[in-house]
């Protein structure tokens, strides 16, 4: 199921950005997530402070040459990942 | 020589004392002694080493790795040279403080170790009245900030018993359970006819598991592995190799595997006379089975060879006679008629078995 547009994902607890051979990754229990471009720039939104929304638009402004709708589809596929890896909660 | 990149994780096995004494401990046979443990300067030195060569995360075990006195000063030094820290435990030797000054230090996962979901059971398997304790440790955790995974290790006995598992983790703060499979090595091996579950028993686990995974999909991850004797495949142990892990006893050899010992033509480096790195990339026993030149057949032209690196080097030992055969599990390998007549032994002598209490062989604390 896709998050809710007006949720706040935060990052789960024991899970945190780390930083190794000047890639940026996302740990947590057991495994690690390499992040690049986008994913970086999604992650590092999930603080609890923006919603899904307020990410998307972010993003589209980041990413203007590409379609808008690709920018949300995409962001809303990572963030289910993100569930799926139980790497966020989300707050209403 | 095979060429290779750093390891991801550091398997710090700080010690082999424990206050349990599981029938299917994963420590090897022969336990160190607490004489022998690293200190608390050489354990900093590894991390520090192992974080500037790249690994990413420090899975503290043991034993009990809350047995060491200075584990918060582990804890500290793990993370202030970069690494993400999860802590193995059985949890006995936590009380609420400890727990605090842990997460304080930085400790960022609790992986609490069940030996079943109700207490008589879980007594029974760990050798020890700890069950109540942990229920506890549950308790404290909610009060803090911290990953929780709660451990499961199967089988027999406690394979028709997962629903009652899965809802003492819905009852905790855990947002994973690993439901995780006896693999037959040292203290499981000599168990194994006790613990051993039948074709049955497993695939109604395997439903219970997909059922459970997709309810909880979301709240609650759920990680599983097989017994390998069932496998059509083998598991790739270790994700290869050398490729992947590197697991440090408490005495500071370094090896490829947590069993890697059983294997009698290796010789293993210690941390405290070379560094992490040098191991990895020179000795010889970590380039034994690294890449696929040692590879027999059927791996050696097999197309799953670069998924499963021909499976588990200790299990290929323990039932071939022969580390560099195919895992004999495997259902190309030539010795799998083996392991399908244990599996026929197994399956067939096992109802009786049921109501009575094994003689288990219980894992000792080390000196």
């Not at chain 2, 299917?24 to 974080?51: D, G, I, K, M």
């Not at chain 2, 006995?92 to 170790?113: M, N, T, V, Y």
């Not at chain 2, 496998?231 to 270790?238: D, E, N, R, T």
């Amino acid at each position: 199921m896709p998050p809710e547009l007006n949720s706040r994902p935060r990052l789960a607890p024991g899970c945190r950005l780390g930083e190794n051979n000047q890639q940026r990754v996302l740990l947590m229990p057991e495994r690690a997530l390499r992040l690049n471009g986008p994913s970086l720039e999604i992650v590092t939104r999930c603080d609890g402070k923006h919603t899904v929304q307020q990410i998307v638009s972010e993003l589209q402004q980041i990413y203007s040459k590409a379609q808008p709708k690709k920018v949300e589809e995409d962001i809303l596929g990572y963030l289910t990942l993100l569930q799926k890896e139980r790497a966020l909660d989300f707050e209403l | 020589m095979t060429t290779t990149s750093n390891p991801l994780a550091l398997i710090a096995e700080l010690t082999h004392r424990c206050p349990l004494h599981c029938v299917y401990c994963s420590n090897p046979l022969e336990l160190q002694s607490r004489s022998n443990e690293l200190s608390t300067e050489t354990w900093s030195r590894v991390f520090q080493e192992a974080a500037e060569f790249g690994v990413l995360q420090a899975d503290f075990t043991g034993g009990e790795p809350l047995a060491r006195t200075d584990i918060i000063d582990l804890v500290r030094a793990a993370r202030a040279a970069g690494l993400y820290i999860n802590l193995i435990t059985s949890g006995l030797p936590l009380d609420e403080s400890k727990l605090a000054a842990l997460i304080a230090a930085g400790l960022d996962h609790i992986q609490l170790s069940f030996q079943g979901a109700r207490e008589e059971l879980a007594n029974e398997i760990s050798g020890a009245k700890s069950h109540a304790h942990k229920l506890r440790v549950l308790e404290w955790v909610k009060q803090h900030r911290v990953a929780l995974t709660l451990n499961f290790v199967i089988h027999s006995r406690n394979i028709d018993k997962l629903e009652d598992m899965v809802a003492l983790a819905e009852s905790s703060s855990a947002t994973r359970i690993e439901f995780a499979n006896v693999q037959y090595y040292g203290w499981a091996f000599a168990n194994r006819e006790n613990l051993l579950p039948t074709r049955e028993q497993l695939d109604q686990s395997l439903g219970i598991i997909k059922h459970e995974q997709e309810r909880l999909e979301g709240r609650i991850r759920i990680e599983h592995v097989v017994p390998d004797y069932y496998a059509k495949y083998p598991k790739p142990c270790m994700g290869g190799w050398g490729r992947k892990l590197v697991l440090i006893t408490p005495s500071g050899d370094a090896l490829p595997c947590h069993a890697a010992k059983v294997i009698p033509s290796l010789s293993f480096e210690n941390v405290k006379v070379r560094s992490l790195r040098e191991i990895w990339e020179h000795s010889a026993a970590f380039q034994k089975f690294r890449g696929e030149d040692w590879m027999q057949e059927p791996c050696r032209t097999c197309d799953r060879r670069e998924q499963d690196f021909g499976g588990c080097r200790c299990q290929a030992l323990l039932l071939a006679g022969d580390a560099a055969a195919t895992d004999p599990v495997c259902s190309l390998a030539p010795l799998r008629p083996k392991v399908d007549a244990i599996l026929a032994g197994m399956n067939a002598a096992r109802p009786a078995q049921l109501f009575t209490k094994p003689s288990w062989l219980y894992r000792p604390n080390s000196a």
